[in-house]
């Protein structure tokens, strides 16, 4: 009884709230027919069949390297005794400690060359600052200073080219002779000129 009473208080038909009404005679339309010469080209594809293989295979080849690495040093690992053991992993750990050290020092002078370029309005991005950062700083100093020196004498000597040319005609019209407005200015500051 309860189940009726609901039944007949809800009466809610689902496909009122979908949208646009289906006509069941009717199957929707496809808006882009591929098959369609008016429609335009697909996009470019980035990356043709050879270039995906290729890519395939480096990223292949470089985890085939890997893999034969990890299984040589297993295979060495088992032929050494504990002291031998010992030593190699703290060889390795000093060897990963030096890479770390020289990363730490490299992205401090990043930093300071960086600054230095900023000093001089010159924005530098990650390739400039690969170009300029050396094992220490005073060799990275002198390499900032000398490329900047460079960027500030181009930079003037493209700034004095541009200044060189011939000056430009009094004329306004582009004929060379002066314009009917110039030719009213020249005589009435002659005018003026002469009282």
């Not at 005679?25 to 990356?47: I, R, S």
Request: aromatic share 4%.
């Amino acid at each position: 009884m309860k189940e009726r009473k609901l039944k007949q208080l809800l009466p809610m038909r689902l496909q009122f709230f979908g949208g646009e009404p289906i006509d069941p005679v009717d199957p929707p339309k496809d808006p882009v027919d591929p098959k369609n010469p008016e429609d335009p080209k697909p996009p470019e594809l980035k990356y043709t069949d050879n270039d995906v293989d290729q890519i395939v295979n480096q990223k292949f080849a470089k985890w085939q390297k890997d893999q034969e690495a990890k299984q040589e040093e297993a295979a060495k690992l088992a032929e050494m005794n504990a002291e031998e053991k010992a030593q190699h992993a703290k060889e390795k750990l000093e060897e990963e400690n030096t890479k770390l050290k020289k990363d730490i020092a490299f992205n401090e002078l990043s930093k300071e060359a960086v600054k230095m370029f900023s000093e001089h309005s010159i924005v530098a991005n990650d390739e400039l600052t690969k170009l300029v950062v050396k094992d220490t700083a005073e060799e990275t100093k002198t390499c900032v200073e000398n490329l900047v020196t460079l960027i500030h004498s181009q930079a003037e000597k493209i700034s004095n080219e541009k200044l060189k040319g011939t000056p430009p005609k009094i004329s306004t019209d582009g004929t060379g002779e002066l314009s009917w407005r110039d030719k009213i200015a020249k005589n009435y500051n002659n005018a003026k000129n002469k009282n």
